[in-house]
């Protein structure tokens, strides 16, 4: 009975020590694919802001006002 187990526990070690290198080396494929398509993606963002800091909330007290207004773009 205890050479029928051994050999179970060190079939799964087997197993594991070869599966988790191939999980590793997948993961360092779908980096490498990821890093490729990135340059490819454009996104259409304007940095122009109507946001105006002196008169932002309508100087409304239950509106929350800017934390800083270096934060704010131009």
Do not use: H, Y
């Amino acid at each position: 009975m205890s050479t029928n187990t051994s050999n179970k526990e060190r079939r799964d070690w087997t197993v594991f020590l070869i599966l988790l290198p191939i999980g590793i080396l997948l993961m360092l494929v779908a980096g490498q694919i990821a890093i490729r398509i990135v340059p490819f993606w454009r996104v259409a963002g304007g940095m122009e802001s109507s946001l105006d800091p002196e008169t932002g909330s309508g100087n409304q007290p239950l509106l929350f006002q800017p934390l800083s207004f270096e934060i704010l773009t131009p």
